[in-house]
């Protein structure tokens, strides 16, 4: 207790003595006079929100110094123990020692925009500028400072970039097993950690330089910890929970609908329960709830102007419908399910067996089936709401518990099975834990899959510069463009207009043009496209694992109006 008054008074003399200008300066290292206006401003006013969040946090750091440990009621124990012997300890480490192994194999393989962007733009900058300027949805702030922190520590590389993807993806499979033997038996827990492992988008996120897997690892331990609240009524988890909750938004806002849609469940599972458990909502919603809220507050206070200036909702709308339609972002996923699962046979069986584990946890333990489908529900209204693209990946925070929903979908079949065919053996799950290891073992085939390139740059830049003439022109457009620029540093003229592009045909013989991501192409450049569909040949394309990403290598041998030749 006296380490939080301490801790409290620190937070309150920082928040009322520390000048804005001299924090202003300390992060952005240079004098407020060399800054550039606009921003100053910003960084001013957030240097000013950011004391007021030490103050607020001080105080309430003393009176949670004051409340009690525990409820003066009497909690609900754990349903489920979290103790485990010592085989099981041993086999979830050495399922954390393969999972590594399978996410650090080909880490540096191709890395595709958004990645490019983050290494281009964040991890090589300070954290002080990291912590203090959002210009970009890009910026996965947490992510951000891990990545930089890797790149101090091991230099800059795709490898590198990555790491902090894969530290947070094999940390997600551990806290998902920590979530499974809350709510479920410890085979689920075992097989569902393994299934996870052996999966395909799981490495392929894992190996993804951005703030899925914490977003992912944030999700399920706040789910451990809220569920743990629920039942043992512990101040230090709800404590705990807000921690995780602020660090969770932290690395990206769609945290946010994941909160709100646990505190939907939350009021769900209070107001449904016993009389005397409301008793305590109040407390819990203060340290778990506002506490998170304040938290995320303090994380974010440095660049909240930069927020409420427009920046985040920069971009938000796009002119590709396509991606703000629910039925691309079905199809999608049902196509990550093939290759997942390797074929449409298996993914649509998974399909239906994720369906009978929801049932039955719905019947059996209905937390879980609501912390998969509410916080989801919350991320699509809210989606529609904002205009914003809806990728499968926004959805990816889910994916541990589909999982766990997966396996005891498997088991229950498996048990329906076993009453109908030898009713004797009804109870046994040995059939059940055959068969899931068997959809872990089809799942293990398509990993090799996740290590190719997500989207492969570099070999369409080598065979440009190997089969090009001296006389070529090379021109870039689009999202290709952004990369050879910044990243690659290729000295390509870049065309955005299909007259910019016919003025470079027209003084070459022949033309070399490089672009990715089609949809991307025909709303953004439709005239352009139209000609290169019509007046350009495809010389070769690399594929990559991102879907949309394959890099289309084209060239056109006659200049703009020039008839082709009689054949």
């Known amino acids: 207790m006296v380490f939080s008054y301490i801790t409290a008074v620190l937070l309150i003399l920082a928040g009322a003595l520390l000048p804005s200008n001299s924090i202003v300066e300390l992060l952005q290292a240079a004098p407020v006079d060399r800054i550039e206006p606009g921003l100053l401003a910003h960084l001013l006013a957030g240097a000013q929100l950011f004391k007021a969040g030490l103050i607020m946090l001080g105080i309430a750091i003393a009176l949670l110094a004051r409340l009690p440990a525990r409820s003066a009621s009497t909690g609900t124990a754990a349903r489920t123990s979290t103790a485990t012997g010592v085989l099981p300890a041993a086999l979830v480490m050495l399922v954390l020692v393969i999972a590594t192994a399978l996410r650090l194999i080909e880490l540096d393989n191709g890395l595709w925009i958004d990645e490019i962007m983050t290494y281009v733009n964040y991890a090589g900058a300070p954290f002080g500028q990291l912590v203090s300027t959002y210009d970009s949805q890009n910026h996965h702030i947490l992510y951000s400072l891990f990545a930089h922190a890797s790149f101090l520590l091991f230099g800059e590389g795709a490898w590198a970039l990555r790491l902090p993807a894969v530290l947070f993806g094999v940390a997600s499979i551990w806290a998902l097993y920590l979530f499974a033997?809350?709510?479920?038996?410890?085979?689920?827990?075992?097989l569902s950690i393994a299934l996870l492992t052996f999966s395909y988008h799981h490495i392929w996120f894992s190996q993804n330089a951005r703030g899925y897997t914490a977003l992912l690892f944030f999700t399920l331990l706040s789910s451990w910890l809220l569920v743990r609240a629920l039942r043992e009524r512990q101040l230090y988890l709800w404590i705990c929970y807000a921690v995780a909750a602020a660090l969770g938004v932290y690395v990206h806002m769609t945290m946010l609908f994941v909160v709100f849609g646990q505190f939907i469940v939350y009021l769900w599972e209070r107001l449904a329960g016993q009389r005397e458990n409301r008793r305590e909502m109040p407390v819990e919603f203060l340290v778990g709830f506002c506490f998170a809220g304040l938290?995320?507050?303090?994380?974010?206070?440095?660049?909240?102007?930069q927020l409420v200036g427009g920046i985040y909702l920069e971009g938000v709308q796009t002119t590709i419908e396509t991606w703000t339609n629910p039925v691309w972002t079905l199809l999608e996923l049902v196509r990550g399910l093939q290759i997942g699962f390797t074929g449409t046979a298996l993914g649509l069986i998974a399909s239906l067996i994720f369906l009978a584990g929801l049932v039955e946890f719905a019947r059996t333990e209905p937390v879980v089936a609501k912390l998969m489908i509410v916080p989801a529900l919350v991320t699509i209204a809210a989606i529609v709401v904002l205009g914003h693209p809806m990728f499968p990946r926004t959805f990816f925070f889910a994916m541990g518990f589909g999982v766990l929903i997966v396996i005891r979908g498997m088991l229950t079949a498996s048990r329906l099975l076993a009453r109908a065919v030898a009713p004797s053996r009804?109870?046994?799950e040995l059939p059940g834990?055959?068969?899931?290891?068997l959809l872990i073992s089809v799942s293990a085939l398509?990993?090799?899959?996740?290590w190719a390139p997500k989207q492969d740059f570099s070999h369409a830049l080598e065979y440009v510069e190997q089969y090009s003439d001296a006389g070529d022109a090379i021109v870039t457009t689009g999202v290709a463009a952004i990369v050879y620029q910044q990243f690659y540093r290729v000295n390509w003229p870049v065309v955005e207009s299909l007259s910019e592009l016919d003025v470079v045909r027209s003084a070459h013989r022949r033309?070399?043009?490089l672009y990715t991501m089609p949809l991307h192409m025909h709303s953004a450049y439709p005239a352009m496209m139209e000609s290169i569909e019509h007046d350009f040949r495809i010389a070769t394309e690399f594929h990559g694992t991102l879907g949309d990403g394959t890099i289309f290598v084209v060239v056109s041998d006659l200049p703009?109006?020039?008839p082709d030749k009689p054949k």
């Open 295 to 305: 938290l995320t507050f303090v994380l974010y206070a440095l660049v909240l102007p």
């Open 433 to 437: 834990t055959v068969l899931c290891l």
């Open 426 to 428: 009804a109870d046994s």
């Open 446 to 450: 398509s990993v090799p899959r996740a």
């Open 181 to 190: 033997r809350q709510v479920a038996t410890l085979r689920e827990a075992l």
């Open 511 to 513: 033309t070399w043009l």
């Open 560 to 562: 703009p109006g020039q």
